[in-house]
């Protein structure tokens, strides 16, 4: 029997400003590496597709480094559709610097105006590629009407299932060892979880993903 292939994107990505400077956000990659060793805990042959983060899995699997959102797309595209279950766990910058300088900007005016222009939505254009036998699972990250945007990324995105994290939650998001999530499902359900371990929630959403897997392979 052949492993299931997993696809994994995580951590944050670097949009260069210049070769000094870039436009970031605060994600360590904790939570996508901790799925990662859970999927390959199950046997399943895994790519990581990893950000700019200094964390790596302790156990073996394909890492795709990349820094810009630009790169973790070709990543993505190139493995895409040979993958059996997708998780888009990455941080990725929705917005890139419409024009790079080839030398560092000089601090002459007392004002900088950059112009920016949209990265491509990964998970929107894999669920553009998706196949009714593969799974996609995406991440929501929000600050208010939490469920209501969730459930407009599942249906955007071609998602089976999202799952929901808070910056309103203590504990929980960017740089802590705890999470609290909730998975929201394409069939309108909704299962909490309490605050706990990434590497416990991790195995949680490794369990939902393959038995979405098996139940679309039947």
Known sequence: MKPIKVL????PTREAIDPVRYISNHST???GIAIAEAFAAEGC???LILGATHLKPSLPMQIISVESAQEMYNACVKIYAETD???FAAAVADYTPKDVSNDKIKKNNNSWQLELVKTKDIAFEMGLLKSSKQVNVVFALETN???EHARQKL???NADFVVLNSMRDSGAGFGFDTNKISLLYINGLTTNFALQSKQ???KIIVKEA???FHNKQE
């Open 210 to 212: 393959l038995q979405c």
């Open 145 to 147: 009407n939490e469920i």
């Open 85 to 87: 279950i997708s998780i």
């Open 155 to 157: 249906e955007k995105k």
């Open 29 to 31: 990659g904790k939570m």
């Open 45 to 47: 042959e895994v790519s």
């Open 8 to 11: 994994i994107t995580a951590g």
């Open 200 to 202: 416990s929630l991790a």
